[in-house]
């Protein structure tokens, strides 16, 4: 999956917090900021859990303000060994 977070979620932990997340899903990929306040996902893993953890990009970490989650599903690769955040 590729998803991007959309509203007030820069400057709350939201990368450490979906790391926490994904990597509790047993997911990987990463996370990342994006210039325009934005936050990009790109996301692997079980379905079950993939969709555990939409719902909670949803909501966020204590202190966002989730506008709007767009997510784009993608063929399974298994390009990754764990999930980080990149800078």
């Known amino acids: 999956m ?3 977070v959309s509203g ?3 400057g709350v932990f939201y ?3 979906a ?3 994904a990597e509790s899903l047993l997911l990987t ?3 990342r900021n994006l210039r325009d306040g934005r936050v ?3 996301v692997e893993g079980e379905e079950e859990n993939l969709a ?3 719902e909670w990009c949803k909501r966020g970490p204590v202190g966002a303000e989730v506008e709007s989650v767009d ?3 993608e063929e399974y690769k298994g390009e990754f060994k764990g999930f980080e955040i990149r800078y």
């Open 2 to 4: 590729h998803i991007y």
């Open 8 to 10: 007030y979620v820069q």
């Open 15 to 17: 990368r450490a917090n």
């Open 19 to 21: 790391k926490r997340v």
């Open 29 to 31: 990929g990463w996370v």
């Open 40 to 42: 990009e996902i790109v």
């Open 52 to 54: 555990k953890f939409v």
């Open 71 to 73: 997510v784009m599903r």
